[in-house]
């Protein structure tokens, strides 16, 4: 069973940093895509940004040029850099991979992180 677990949440005022991580029970290279997704209250959840195990990657436009998703191979971590923080960025965040085996996707989700930031 595939194992996702998010660390790096906290509350931060608006304008500050956080680094998200989150470390996979398997070789982060056996999935085709990996990233963040992201939930406020009372909404759906939405994709934060997305890498693929070729290097492509995805932003929401909300976060485009503030945010920065990575991945290490090694450590079998991606990480979500995230700066000038908003208000609105305050959500539970869930590190998510897809996995593509024969016919078969299989999608995979951590327990979350919560993110707050106070304005």
């Known amino acids: 069973q595939v194992q996702l677990v998010e660390s790096g949440g906290g509350l931060v005022q608006a304008g500050g940093s956080l680094r998200l991580s989150c470390i996979a029970s398997?070789?982060?290279?056996?999935?085709?895509?990996m990233g963040w997704y992201r939930q406020a209250p009372g909404k759906q959840r939405e994709l934060v940004a997305t890498?693929?195990?070729?290097?492509?990657?995805n932003y929401a436009d909300s976060v485009k040029g503030r945010f920065t998703v990575s991945s290490d191979n090694g450590r079998n971590t991606v990480s979500l850099q995230m700066n000038s923080l908003k208000g609105e960025d305050t959500a539970l965040y869930y590190c998510?991979?897809?996995?593509?085996?024969?016919?078969?996707?299989?999608?995979?989700w951590g327990q979350g992180t919560q993110v707050t930031v106070s304005s």
């Open positions: 398997e070789s982060i290279s056996s999935f085709n895509t």
């Open positions: 890498i693929t195990r070729g290097g492509s990657i």
């Open positions: 998510h991979a897809r996995r593509q085996e024969g016919f078969r996707t299989n999608y995979y």
